[in-house]
Each structure stands twice: as C-alpha cells, then as structure tokens.
C-alpha cells in the first residue's frame, strides 16, 4: 500500500513538472469601450510570461488532448535561398492536433464564459507589437480577455488586442464560439520580437493585433488595425502557392478530412463572424486564408 502511494505520488510529480514551448494572413484600414458583463472578473493589469505558465488541469491526457511534443517551438526552420521558408510534412504528432492549453491567464473558477473589455494597461502595450510607426493610435485599441474552449474541453481565458470599434462585437463572437464547444488552444498578444522571430513553421496562436503588412506587400494588414482574427492557425492555414503558413501545417490543406478547430464553410467559427459582418480568408479566390477573418473581408 505504502509503495503504490509513493510510485502514485512520484507519477503526479512527473506529470506536474509537464509543460510546453509555443511558437501563426492577409489585409486596409480601420466608439467607446464596452462595458464587461456583470459577472466578469476584473482584467488584469498583465498577463504572466509564456515561462510561468503551467498546464491546465496537470495531467498528460484530457480526453483527446495531450501534453505538446516537447519540441513544439524550439526548431526554426532553415530559410531558401529566395528568402521563404519551405513548407514541409506535417510531423506525426501534429497531424491530428490537440494539444492541452497551457494557461497564460488565470482560467474561469467557474468554468462559464466570461469577457472583459478595458483601455489597453501600459504593461500590455509594451509587450505587445505596437509602435508609434503603426497605422493605429493606441488609444484606439482595447484589451479584451474573452473565455475559450481548449482541446482539452476546459474552460480558458485568452486576450486580444483590438480595435474600439470591434471590441463588442468580438466577445459577441467568442461567446458564440465557447457556446458552441468550438477548441481553440491558445490567445495571447503576439510581441514584437515573437513577430519577427524565425518561423518554427508549428505556431497555433490565435490572435488579432500585429503591426505588420499584408504579406507579400507594402500595405498594412488589417490585423495593424486590431481589425482582424486568426483563429487556430495551425488546423486553419494559409495557402498561396507553395507557400504555407504556418510551414509545417501542411497535413491540414485538406479540409475534407474534418478535425477540431478546423474553421469550416457555414460553421460556427464562419457563422459568428459572419454575423458582425467580417469576411473569411477561406472564401478567397487566389489564395485561401483559412485562419483570417476581417471587417473588410481582405
């Protein structure tokens, strides 16, 4: 009895100890600050460093969820001699993507959807992309922390950078998303230097500011406006070409074989944001954005 509770405790230990590395479309230009609903908890002033997370619940297996490879995000990829990273095989473990969400914020004690919406705390703008060189004033932008479904099935509570404008209409989406089971498996504000880093070609952030250009171009994306949404980017890629974002999702371009948090014609994740208006990358006719959802549509 005494040997199974030590080998018991010596295998929580191990599993406690578990954590992983994270490492993610297309793009024009862009009202008050919503009030949070009743029962959301107040946001906090800063999220805690991607290190000090810890998975959520510990344990290596919730239902179809597993612990991420422990490579995930440590192996950039080598760049051509044309400058693009190649897209390459989708390893094994990521052919069918469902990985536990490792929590960057606190998640809801009571496992309901919750969202708050404030004016962006300096401390969050600082480890955020934003510069006084982007299209959009920081004042414009709000700080919105929005509950998410993980693989895991767990309750979660992700952030974004947006614009004012959007700010409401995208907890209305969020909401919409939790309701409906929809995973997502991590949301957190993209910093600049993570921007600019080399690709690890298996990044699954989803996210909505980044003050970049449309890719391949001089213009700004809509995302430098907080006026767009990648939505799980790995199960949902971009395809222009040869050219695959991220690199290593490649076993995801075929989209008849349905897998979780695949973003799917007259799905939920199409129908929510249909319905504030925002166009789907996956409609594009000479490329497909499968991720990207904007105000524009572009």
């Given at each position: 009895?005494?040997?199974?509770?030590?080998?018991?405790?010596?295998?929580?230990?191990?599993?406690?100890?578990?954590?992983?590395?994270?490492?993610?479309?297309?793009?024009?230009?862009?009202?008050?600050?919503?009030?949070?609903?009743?029962?959301?908890?107040?946001?906090?002033?800063?999220?805690?460093?991607?290190?000090?997370?810890?998975?959520?619940?510990?344990?290596?297996?919730?239902?179809?969820?597993?612990a991420a490879p422990p490579w995930l995000g440590t192996r950039p990829?080598?760049?051509?001699?044309?400058?693009?990273?190649?897209?390459?095989?989708?390893?094994?473990?990521?052919?069918?993507?469902?990985?536990?969400?490792?929590?960057?914020?606190?998640?809801?004690?009571?496992?309901?959807?919750?969202?708050?919406?404030?004016?962006?705390?300096?401390?969050?703008?600082?480890?955020?992309?934003?510069?006084?060189?982007?299209?959009?004033?920081?004042?414009?932008l709000r700080y919105v922390t929005v509950g998410f479904r993980g693989?895991?099935?767990?309750?979660?509570?992700?952030?974004?950078?947006?614009?004012?404008?959007?700010?409401?209409?995208?907890?209305?989406?969020?909401?919409?998303?939790?309701?409906?089971?929809?995973?997502?498996?991590?949301?957190?504000?993209?910093?600049?230097?993570?921007?600019?880093?080399?690709?690890?070609?298996?990044?699954?952030?989803?996210?909505?500011?980044?003050?970049?250009?449309?890719?391949?171009?001089?213009?700004?994306?809509?995302?430098?406006?907080?006026?767009?949404?990648?939505?799980?980017?790995?199960?949902?890629?971009?395809?222009?070409?040869?050219?695959?974002?991220?690199?290593?999702?490649?076993?995801?371009?075929?989209?008849?074989?349905?897998?979780?948090?695949?973003?799917?014609?007259?799905?939920?994740?199409?129908?929510?944001?249909?319905?504030?208006?925002?166009?789907?990358?996956?409609?594009?006719?000479?490329?497909?954005?499968?991720?990207?959802?904007?105000?524009?549509?572009?």
């Amino acid at each position: 009895m005494l040997r199974g509770a030590a080998r018991l405790a010596g295998q929580l230990i191990v599993i406690a100890c578990l954590g992983y590395p994270l490492g993610g479309c297309s793009g024009g230009p862009a009202g008050p600050a919503a009030s949070a609903p009743p029962t959301a908890p107040a946001a906090p002033p800063s999220a805690p460093a991607a290190t000090d997370a810890s998975p959520s619940p510990a344990v290596t297996r919730i239902g179809n969820a597993t612990a991420a490879p422990p490579w995930l995000g440590t192996r950039p990829l080598p760049v051509g001699p044309d400058g693009v990273v190649a897209a390459q095989d989708t390893p094994p473990e990521l052919r069918n993507r469902s990985i536990i969400t490792v929590d960057d914020l606190p998640p809801p004690a009571d496992g309901r959807f919750h969202a708050t919406v404030t004016a962006v705390p300096a401390s969050v703008l600082a480890r955020s992309s934003w510069t006084r060189k982007c299209p959009v004033a920081a004042t414009s932008l709000r700080y919105v922390t929005v509950g998410f479904r993980g693989f895991d099935g767990r309750a979660h509570t992700g952030e974004l950078l947006v614009n004012a404008r959007a700010a409401d209409q995208l907890v209305t989406v969020f909401r919409k998303l939790f309701a409906a089971g929809f995973p997502i498996e991590r949301m957190r504000i993209t910093s600049a230097a993570k921007l600019n880093a080399a690709s690890t070609g298996d990044g699954n952030t989803t996210e909505s500011f980044a003050c970049r250009p449309v890719r391949g171009q001089a213009a700004w994306s809509q995302h430098a406006y907080g006026l767009a949404v990648d939505l799980n980017p790995f199960q949902n890629p971009y395809q222009k070409g040869r050219v695959v974002l991220p690199e290593l999702a490649t076993a995801y371009l075929d989209r008849g074989d349905a897998r979780p948090g695949m973003v799917r014609p007259g799905g939920p994740a199409v129908k929510a944001f249909a319905a504030i208006g925002w166009g789907w990358g996956g409609d594009y006719g000479s490329l497909k954005d499968y991720m990207h959802f904007s105000a524009t549509g572009g």
